[in-house]
């Protein structure tokens, strides 16, 4: 039966540590800019507007081509998109070490690299997740997202770290060089799009319904017998899409803004780059433990309120960051952030697949997922050019904290878990 409950290791699990994996290179790679941004500036002889503008136009870029991401792993298999990027990202990392003036470092940096990564992200691997799983899709889902949190935990100080030692441009080669010799055994070996009828169902569940699980499964993890999801169309005219993509828009400018700034922020602040990268590492490492209680209370607990709860306290985190003056008060804020920095994607991808149905969830996870890079395309011009401007980052980091807030209010207004599917008429 493929299940780890009849004796066995059951095979999703395994895809699941391999897009963990990859989501740390990809996202770890794209939150973090913080560490490349000033030795870029300085290097290039760029401003922080000029830079941060070309940061903005790739968040972008990102959150554009992973609606494409999602459609091609619907059509042409997670393997073929996989493979894609890759080779993208390996192309423009070169093009990137030897872009000299803006427009050449705007194309191969912000838009070939952005391009890239979208095609490895979590958008082309929360389809394959959702397939495979339905009793223990939230916490599957949830995994996923350690992986964003290792990639802030372990990347920002070893980005760090490898760029006062070697250099930008050798920092980002290597990189390049690694992502290749993981992903490509990665999208061969491990990636299946097939998975089994009744995916992660016990055995009693099957037997009370022997509706088959890839068509879907509630909240509690059981296959239902749901009305038919309805198409893309009619699910951009109903409510919950548009307050999960509010969501999203406000994590994605909280968390572009952090990755981009967080240091220059810090460091202008008086903390030299070391104590800077390993604030910003802690609350990456702190989430990836508070991953694992999240998961297990998604599958449990209500998404919206989750998801409201982890919006509010990250919320106030933003305040907290941008006042902070002494060490102990950074790693408190860190600590406390990070146990909430965790799950806002998950759980909105979870909340489009129990509404939805995973049919649709991966090109309707690229389109709210572009509110999120919108969101990020802002902040991280934002964040250059109003501390250009006014000599302060509270203008960005403020209004952060005030967008989380407002995310908070959105997601308590989500469907609960009863509402297992919109009806395919809802928006006609």
């Known amino acids: 039966m493929d299940k780890e409950e009849s004796g066995g290791w059951y095979f999703g699990w395994n895809i699941v540590g ?10 770890g790679l794209r939150m973090g800019i913080g560490p490349f941004f000033l030795p870029m500036a300085d290097g290039l002889g760029f401003s922080r507007s000029l830079l941060s503008g070309i940061v903005a136009v790739g968040m972008l ?79 599957a889902l949830f995994f996923l997202s350690t992986g964003s949190m290792a990639g802030i935990a372990l990347m920002t100080p070893t980005l760090t770290f ?3 030692a070697v250099g930008w441009q050798e920092t980002l080669l290597a990189f390049s060089v690694l992502f290749a010799l993981l992903t490509v055994p990665v999208a061969l070996f491990v990636m299946r799009d097939a998975a089994p009828e009744h995916t992660d169902l016990l055995p009693h569940q099957i037997i009370k319904d022997k509706t088959p699980a890839n068509a879907g499964g509630n909240a509690n993890g059981k296959a239902t017998t749901n009305p038919p999801a309805p198409n893309v169309r009619n699910a951009l005219r109903t409510l919950p899409f548009w307050q999960v993509a509010l969501g999203l828009f406000a994590c994605g400018y909280s968390m572009n803004l952090l990755g981009t700034h967080g240091m220059p922020m810090l460091m202008d602040h008086g903390f030299d780059a070391t104590t800077s990268s390993l604030g910003i590492g802690l609350i ?22 989750i998801l409201a709860a982890i919006y509010l306290v990250r919320g106030l985190g933003f305040f907290a960051l941008v006042m902070v003056g002494a060490h102990w008060e950074l790693y408190a804020a860190a600590t406390i952030g990070g146990i909430v920095w965790a799950g806002s994607i998950a759980l909105s991808s979870a909340i489009l697949a129990d509404v939805y149905g995973i049919r649709l969830v991966g090109v309707l996870y690229g389109l709210t997922y572009l509110g999120h890079q919108v969101g990020g395309m802002i902040s991280s011009w934002l964040g250059g050019w109003a501390f250009d401007t006014f000599h302060t980052h509270w203008v960005a980091f403020g209004s952060a904290g005030v967008l989380l807030l407002l995310a908070a209010a959105i997601s308590l207004r989500l469907p609960g878990r009863g509402l297992a599917r919109v009806p395919a008429t809802v928006g006609r």
């Open 284 to 305: 990456g490492l702190v989430a990836i433990f508070s991953t694992l209680v999240l998961g297990r209370m998604s599958d449990r607990v209500e998404r919206r309120n």
């Open 18 to 27: 391999a897009a963990a994996v990859l989501t740390l290179l990809t996202v």
């Open 61 to 139: 870029c990102y959150g554009l081509a992973m609606p494409l991401a999602g459609y091609l792993v619907s059509v042409r298999g997670t393997r073929f998109v996989l493979l894609t990027g890759t080779a993208i990202v390996v192309a423009s990392s070169l093009w990137t070490v030897f872009a000299r003036g803006p427009i050449e470092f705007l194309l191969s940096f912000g838009v070939a690299l952005s391009v890239g990564l979208a095609f490895t992200s979590p958008v082309a691997l929360t389809p394959i997740i959702s397939r495979w799983f339905t009793r223990q899709r939230g916490m």
């Open 162 to 164: 490898a760029i006062s």
